[in-house]
Structure formats: structure tokens, C-alpha cells
């Protein structure tokens, strides 16, 4: 549907949970119940101030939002054109985005009376964020994570355990981010009773993809009243990583229906979109299928066999993209990019060189983009990228990618 | 009326329940798997549960998981699963073949193109896990305008509110899923697995049979006698998992049927 047709981007999902054909709720019958009560239950919460009254506290006190909106001066400078802005959600608490929507999660699962959480998680940022706020709360926590993630995001892996979470390795498939989510599927299956799920993306069925994307929406709301404050105006452009997306919805949701302001997502492009698939690229080298919980873009083999992604970073490491994103990707509100392992890594160092912040693999995707549009545009084009997680976690996978030694820890 | 109202309608006037026996399409590879299909009617099999395999089968267990990959390496596609029953076809025009699988396959072959090719093959019904009764546009209805049953699962946390939703468009039996969980993992309990069933024949006429959890010719036997039959999955196929010939296989298979059709 041309972009024009469409009054608002911002009332989906309809009442099946579906973004136009995207979503859905394609899940077992013994989790149906659980999905129903819990949709139910975050309608309740929804309309209820004393919950966002509570997140709202929690964000603030725990979380030490609101995050701030940085002029990258010497970036900037750097590039030669657009003027350049990062939300600094990489100073969250426990380092990454992930947290907003943790909080949420949990104080509906307290609502709910669920008293075991399990999550899934890549590069381990969801998987900390969780176990620090069943910390918080006193809940037993299980973070199921791929084998190989395990290995390559050692010090999240700690972290977690220090945390009080049990990390349970999992070995099916390639042992990664989607393997991790059969695992956490497959427990609450079967501990579904007393058992929340807390997904980490805007992906699953729905009510997940509205939740998640609600609670990360945050990120938006501050950004577009900072950027009043700074600029006096709205962001011409606005750019987020992608792996299932939830940074990028949280960023992008509160500026859909800002026509003028261009919104671009950017995937892992690990090797490189080819025939080879060695990517994470699923709208741009994807195709529409159904895998946990809905339909949406997805990397599959022409019989409908879900392919394992490849990228330097675990935390887009992942075959779908959250179906909201698929949507906005059909109606072309919304642009997909996708940058390389390589395009990742440049982007990695030119922000420790430039602005003394060292990003996490996935953000600097997005800075990579930024880098390639920056120098064309000019000087008064605002953008503004979400940096979405610090790269505390990824500097043993940057230091194997350089050929740097680092010593001990890995 | 399609293959399984017949076998039904066949084993009542017996006084016999059904025994269902899983095995996944493909596994080892196609010949081995085609050979112990065709051996299941004379094991005492009487409806045929073919698993198409797929890359993430969130609802089962790890033998399950490990057959499909099995079957996956082999080269198994959903056509050669399909392909594998029309071989079937030609030696028995009676067995019900029921495929049970996951959506995305399917849905990426295109719904209708699927009903027709799959109706060809002499498939009698589907069961697919991910598609509950909120998602019936997408198959169960056009499946059943195809002339192929569509049966579904009902799960001890389907409550008695939910439960009409869950019958509403199944047809061919309703398959009670013994336990919260993924296949092949606790024991079914006959004395929890009566009164859910009974439940459910409260408020339908088809028949229940029972899957998840049952691993001997024991509990196959109990489980049957609470219910219109039984289901075996996970233990065949770590039989199958563990290198044993078919042969061999199949007397393990008929120990079970012997069970079921005891109760």
C-alpha cells in the first residue's frame, strides 16, 4: 500500500495482532491460553497509571533515564556534512536498551503472579537485563543462549551468573540466537503455568511485537522532545540497528507519523547479501515465512527451512525481524539497509577515536550507515542515531576481527 | 468420509481403539523410512502420523528434533515427504495418513497448491502444531474445503471456555495432548489423562486420541483405555535414531499396537 493511502502508522497491530499480514499469533494451543491472559493483562496495564507511574520510576531511579541526545561534534566534523546525534542508551543500566523493556515485562509478570522468568538472548544483553531485574525482584531467572554466543560473549555469560540467573547453553541448530528462542519456547511449553516468558524483541506472537515495541518506544518519546530542545525541530533523519528490531521500533514508533522525517533500519550484513546467505539481512535478502510466533520476513531455503544467520555480532544474529518492521518495510515508510561485518568494524573505531564512546558491535552498524550517508548531506540535515548498547561485551570479538592480542579472558 | 472417519467407524464396530504411530518422513533417509511405512499397517498400525520435517520444531523434544535433522541431511523436502506417501498409496488405499509438521514449510509452497498436491498423494489430515484455532483462515479452513480433515490439538490448559473454540473446525479426531510440555519427555498418566478426555467427549463426537509421553506397550494399553486410541511418537523413533533395521522396529511397533488394542 503506497505510503499516502495510510492515515497513521501507528495504530497496528489489528485485534488478530497483525501489522497487514505480518504477526499473528502462530503458536501451540497450550501456550494460546497463556498468550490470551497475558494480552489481556497488558491491556489492563496499559490504560492503568499507577504502572506507568511505577515504570516511569523505575526508568528514572533504576535505569537512569531519561538517556542523553549527544551532538557528536568531532564526528561530525569527521564526516564533513550532516550534523550527527546519538540517544545514548548505551548508558542505560546493565549497558544497552534492553532494560526498558525488561522492566515492563517483569512488573506484568508480577502482576500476573508468575514467579519464574526465562528469556532468550544473543549477544546476552536481554539475558542480563532480565536476570538483573528478577535480581531486583527476587525471581528465579533462566536465560536459555546459544552455545556458540556462550563462547563469544563471555563476560555477559558472567555477568548473568553473578547476577544470580541460571544460563543453560543450548546446543541445537548452530547454537545461536534462534536456537536459543526453540529452547525458551520449548520451556514454556512445558512449565507454562508458572513460568513468563520475556522475549527480548519485538518478534514472537503477538501481544509481544505492541508490548516490546511500547515499552522501547521510550527511546522516541525522549529523543523527539531533546531534539526540540536542541535543534528546535524534528530529526530529518533517524537511523537504528537491527537484529529482531527492538531498538529501532522503540526509536522509530513515536516518528511514523512524522512524513518528513526519514527512518532507516539497518541489518547485518555479515559477509555480505548474496547468494552465500553468510548475513542477517532478512528483509533485504529474505522472504516472508512463519517462525516463533509470526509471520515475517525471514531467511529460508526455497522448501521453507529456516536458514542460520551470520554476523560478527550476536546480538543480530538472527533469520526474522520483528513483523512490524516487515510492514513498514511493504508500505516503504521505513528504509533497509544492510552493512557488512567490515563497514561494522570501521564504524567500531572511528566512534573510540572520535567521540570516546565505545559502541557495541550492533549500534555501530548503524553508525556505519551513518558514515556512508553523512558525507552527501548537508550541514543543517539533523540525524539522529540510536546507540543502543555499549561495547563493554564485544572487545574480544573486535580484538580476534583486528588480529589484536589481548591476553587473558579469552 | 474421508480414510480416518472409515477407520474409525471400522474400529468402533469392532470394540477396538486406534492405535496412531509417528514416525518423520525421511529418516534416516527416504528409502529406509519409506520401507518401515509401508510395514506399519501390518504392525497393527492403524493411522499413520508422517512428521515433515523441519529446521525448528518448537514443540518437540530433542528425538524428535534430531530425526528431522536426520531427514533434513538426508534431503528431505516437504515434495519428497509427499512423495514418500504416494509410494505408500500404491500398496495400501486404506491406511490413513495424517501429515504433522509446521506451517512454514507449507506456507511456502503457497496453501493451495499444497491442498491439491497433498490431497493427491492420498493424505487424509493435517496436524500442525503452530497453527491454533486463531489462525484458522490460513489453513484449517481451506484444508477442509480441500476434503482433508484438520485436526487439532487440545491441551490440559484448555480450559472448558476454550474448548469449543478448539473443536469449532476439527474434524477427522481430536488429538489430547497428555502434558504440558514437548514430545517425548514425562510419562502420560492414565488416571490425569480419563477425566480430560472424558471432558472433551463431553462436547464432541469425535473421537480423542492421545499423544505425548507414552514410550511401552504399558502405557499404550492404559492410555488407550481412557481414550479412542493412542499415540506414539518419540519412542519409535529413538529406535529408528539408534540404527535399528526397520524389521526390528517394526516388532517393537507391533508390541505397542498389541498394547493399545488390549485396552
Known amino acids: ?410 | 468420509m474421508t480414510r480416518i472417519d472409515a477407520k474409525f467407524a471400522e474400529l468402533k464396530a469392532q470394540g477396538k481403539r486406534a492405535f496412531v504411530a509417528y514416525v518423520m518422513a525421511g529418516d534416516p533417509d527416504y528409502d529406509t523410512s519409506l520401507e518401515l511405512v509401508k510395514g506399519l499397517p501390518a504392525a497393527g498400525v492403524d493411522i499413520i502420523e508422517l512428521g515433515v520435517p523441519f529446521t525448528d520444531p518448537m514443540a518437540d523434544g530433542p528425538t524428535i528434533q534430531r530425526a528431522g535433522q536426520r531427514a533434513l541431511e538426508a534431503g528431505m523436502t516437504l515434495q519428497d515427504s509427499l512423495d514418500l506417501a504416494t509410494e505408500f498409496r500404491r500398496v495400501d488405499d486404506t491406511t490413513p495418513i495424517v501429515l504433522m509438521g509446521y506451517y512454514n514449510p507449507i506456507y511456502s509452497r503457497g496453501v493451495d497448491r499444497f491442498l491439491i498436491d497433498a490431497a493427491t498423494a492420498g493424505i487424509d489430515g493435517l496436524i500442525v502444531v503452530d497453527l491454533p484455532p486463531e489462525e484458522d483462515d490460513e489453513l484449517c479452513i481451506p484444508a477442509q474445503k480441500a476434503g482433508l480433515n484438520f485436526i487439532r490439538l487440545a491441551t490440559p490448559t484448555t480450559d472448558d471456555k476454550r474448548l469449543p473454540k478448539v473443536l469449532q473446525n476439527t474434524s477427522g479426531f481430536v488429538y489430547y495432548v497428555s502434558i504440558t510440555g514437548i514430545t517425548g519427555s514425562a510419562e502420560a498418566q492414565a488416571d490425569e489423562v480419563g477425566p480430560e478426555v472424558a471432558r472433551i467427549k463431553a462436547k464432541t463426537d469425535l473421537p480423542v486420541v492421545v499423544g505425548f509421553g507414552i514410550k511401552t506397550p504399558e502405557a499404550a494399553r492404559a492410555i488407550a483405555g481412557v481414550a479412542d486410541g493412542t499415540v506414539v511418537g518419540s519412542a519409535i523413533v529413538s529406535k529408528i535414531g539408534g540404527g535399528e533395521p526397520p524389521a526390528k522396529v517394526l516388532d517393537f511397533v507391533k508390541s505397542l499396537a498389541d498394547g493399545a488394542h488390549q485396552a
Open chain 1, 1 to 410: 500500500m503506497p505510503d499516502d493511502l495510510i492515515n497513521s502508522f501507528m495504530t497496528g497491530p489489528d485485534e488478530k495482532g497483525r501489522f497487514g499480514i505480518y504477526g499473528g499469533r502462530f503458536v501451540s494451543e497450550t501456550l494460546m491460553p497463556l498468550i490470551l491472559e497475558l494480552e489481556a493483562e497488558y491491556e489492563k496495564a496499559k490504560t492503568d497509571q499507577s504502572f506507568w507511574d511505577e515504570m516511569d520510576f523505575l526508568w528514572k531511579h533504576y535505569v537512569g533515564r531519561p538517556s542523553p541526545l549527544y551532538f557528536a561534534e568531532r564526528l561530525t566534523e569527521r564526516l564533513g556534512g550532516a550534523k550527527v546525534y546519538f540517544k545514548r542508551d548505551e548508558l542505560n543500566h546493565t549497558g544497552a536498551h534492553k532494560i526498558n523493556n525488561v522492566l515492563g515485562q517483569i512488573l506484568l509478570a508480577r502482576r500476573m503472579g508468575k514467579e519464574r522468568i526465562i528469556a532468550e538472548t544473543g549477544a546476552g544483553q536481554h539475558g542480563v537485563a532480565t536476570a538483573t531485574v528478577c535480581a531486583k525482584f527476587g525471581l528465579k531467572c533462566v536465560v536459555y543462549m546459544g552455545a556458540h554466543d556462550v563462547e563469544r560473549q563471555k563476560p555477559n555469560v558472567f555477568r548473568m551468573r553473578l547476577l544470580g540467573a541460571e544460563v543453560v547453553p543450548v546446543t541445537s541448530g548452530r547454537g545461536t540466537l534462534k536456537d536459543a528462542m526453540n529452547d525458551a519456547l520449548r520451556d514454556w511449553v512445558t512449565n507454562v503455568r508458572d513460568t513468563f516468558y520475556c522475549i527480548g524483541t519485538v518478534a514472537g506472537p503477538h501481544p509481544y511485537p505492541a508490548m516490546v515495541r511500547d515499552f522501547q518506544s521510550i527511546i522516541g518519546k525522549e529523543a523527539k522532545e531533546q531534539m526540540q530542545e536542541a535543534e528546535g525541530r524534528l530529526p530529518d533523519t533517524i537511523i537504528a540497528a537491527i537484529g529482531g528490531g527492538s531498538n529501532a521500533m522503540g526509536l522509530f514508533y513515536p516518528f511514523l507519523d512524522d512524513k518528513e522525517v526519514r527512518i532507516i533500519g539497518v541489518e547485518a550484513g555479515g559477509k555480505g547479501v548474496d547468494e552465500k546467505m553468510e548475513h542477517c539481512a532478512s528483509l533485504t535478502g529474505g522472504r516472508p515465512g512463519v517462525l516463533h510466533g509470526n509471520r515475517t520476513y525471514l531467511l529460508q531455503d526455497d522448501d521453507g527451512q529456516i536458514l542460520e544467520g551470520f554476523s560478527i555480532s550476536a546480538g543480530l544474529d538472527y533469520p526474522g525481524i520483528g513483523p512490524e518492521h516487515s510492514w513498514l518495510h511493504d508500505t516503504g515508510r521505513a528504509e533497509y539497509v544492510s552493512i557488512t561485518d567490515a563497514e561494522a568494524l570501521e564504524a567500531f573505531q572511528l566512534s573510540c577515536e572520535t567521540e570516546g564512546i565505545i559502541p557495541a558491535l550492533e549500534p555501530s552498524h548503524a553508525l556505519a550507515h551513518v558514515m556512508k550517508i553523512a558525507p552527501e548531506l548537508p550541514g543543517d540535515h539533523v540525524i539522529c542515531m540510536n546507540m543502543c548498547g555499549r561495547g563493554d561485551k564485544d572487545i574480544y570479538t573486535v580484538a580476534r576481527a583486528l588480529g589484536m592480542e589481548m591476553g587473558e579472558g579469552d
